[in-house]
């Protein structure tokens, strides 16, 4: 059982940038693969090692994930905001240990309450 709390979100302009935060309880967390997604579509995943990153096209070379296991905290770093950008972000847990990330939000079973990021023109 993982349960997750998002923060970091709130009102920028475009180009500006923001990290969020997903801090986990939970034993299973440094097993488990992590997403964030932008209400149901995938936005970016980390494997449970870290070692394999993933992100959807509209935000590659604009956003990081990434991963600290011992603070059992995943991170997304936005920069060149736009206002396509817009929307409340999840964070989500596979369901399956020791796996890769995945864009399919159905392979996701802990998800936070979210953090919205307004950018505005």
């Known amino acids: 059982q993982l349960q997750l709390v998002e923060a970091g979100g709130g009102l920028v302009q475009a180009g500006d940038s923001l990290r969020l935060s997903c801090a986990a309880s939970?034993?299973?967390?440094?097993?488990?693969?992590m997403g964030w997604f932008r209400q149901s579509a995938f936005v970016a995943g980390i494997g449970w090692n870290g070692?394999?990153?993933y992100y959807s096209d509209s935000v590659k070379g604009r956003f990081t994930i990434s991963r600290d296991n011992a603070k059992k905290m995943v991170f997304l770093q936005m920069n060149s905001l736009k206002p396509e950008d817009t929307g409340v972000y999840y964070c989500?847990?596979?369901?399956?240990?020791?796996?890769?990330?995945?864009?399919?939000?159905?392979?996701?079973?802990?998800w936070g309450q979210g953090t919205e990021v307004i950018v505005s023109a």
């Open positions: 070692d394999d990153k």
């Open positions: 989500g847990a596979r369901t399956q240990l020791y796996t890769i990330a995945s864009s399919d939000r159905g392979a996701y079973a802990y």
């Open positions: 939970g034993a299973t967390f440094n097993f488990s693969a």
